[in-house]
Nanobody
């Protein structure tokens, strides 16, 4: 069964940091573009950041540029999302998924969704 698994979420104060991890079960990530997405309560799922299979190309939502960094370690079959300077509006469930194009970093273009990991930014 092909499945992605997210981890690393939690509660953090505004200005804090978290690092999310996305690992794969049943397949290797090294041939896949991987994206991070989030869904806040009452809102639609949105793209946060995507990375190409080799890691050479990345894409970020304007709202997270300069604060979040996506990276991957194909030897560990893991994609990371380092989140710094977190804001309350970053709160939501964060998902990783597999897609084809970094330039199309939107939920409709990605699949093999994980179950998500909750991020809560609150004082």
């Amino acid at each position: 069964q092909l499945q992605l698994v997210e981890s690393g979420g939690g509660k953090v104060q505004p200005g804090g940091s978290l690092r999310l991890s996305c690992t794969a079960s049943g397949f290797t990530l090294d041939a896949s573009t991987i994206g991070w997405f989030r869904q806040a309560p009452g809102k639609e799922r949105e793209g946060v950041s995507c990375i190409s299979s080799g890691g050479g190309r990345t894409n970020y939502a304007d709202s997270v540029k300069g604060r979040f960094t996506i990276s991957r370690d194909n030897a560990k079959n893991t994609v990371y999302l380092q989140m710094n300077s977190l804001k309350p509006e970053d709160t939501g469930i964060y998902y990783c998924a597999r897609g084809a194009y970094v330039s199309r970093c939107r939920p409709s273009e990605f699949g093999s969704w994980g179950q998500g990991t909750q991020v809560l930014v609150s004082s």
